[in-house]
């Protein structure tokens, strides 16, 4: 085997692996907070970050009002809004100090991470964990041969497509009807 079709392999197991270990129901539960929510903001730092700008984008093409927190166009979170925040660690202090301020103003705040027993937890109403290795080194953990926390990073990322494409089937979307919520400016 090529050393290009082994690291696929390596990398697409992998991801197969820590998708399946996803626990059902808390993607479940993230998905009625998300349908029953005005808003959902978005935090995160690093390539995290790039991540949930897709799923905040994928998301908007379904009809859901989405904003990353810090850009320009950002309203005022409110009791009746749900706040994602993206942190395998749980402990980054920016994504930490914006859930502590989503919960002054009553927000909803979803942690997806590694860590249930994270500084985040005290801000967060839901954690859906992506189990790869952690501190917490539990029996599903997948352990990745990827550099850093590339694991997480592609998890979160299809996670959030996960997600999207659980909306359509639920709500019947045609998906053909999705392009008029596409970026048309380019």
Do not use: C
């Amino acid at each position: 085997m090529s050393n290009y079709n082994n690291a696929t392999k390596k990398i697409t197991d992998e991801i197969t692996a820590t998708l399946t270990n996803i626990k059902s129901d808390d993607v479940d539960q993230l998905l009625t907070e998300i349908n029953k929510a005005d808003k959902v903001f978005f935090v995160g730092v690093g390539r995290v970050l790039l991540s949930l700008k897709a799923i905040a984008k994928r998301l908007a093409h379904i009809g859901i009002k989405t904003y990353v927190v810090g850009q320009i166009t950002e309203p005022a979170i409110t009791d009746k809004d749900l706040l994602i925040v993206g942190s395998g660690s749980g402990e980054t202090q920016f994504p930490l100090i914006i859930a502590n301020k989503a919960k002054q103003f009553n927000a909803r705040v979803a942690h997806i991470g590694t860590n249930p027993n994270s500084s985040m937890s005290q801000y967060s109403d839901l954690f859906i964990r992506i189990p790869i290795s952690s501190n917490a080194a539990t029996p599903e953990e997948v352990q990745s041969e990827q550099p850093m926390k590339s694991l997480f990073e592609q998890s979160l990322l299809l996670l959030g497509d996960t997600i999207a494409l659980m909306m359509v089937n639920e709500k019947n979307i045609e998906l053909q009807s999705l392009w008029e919520y596409h970026a048309n400016l380019e």
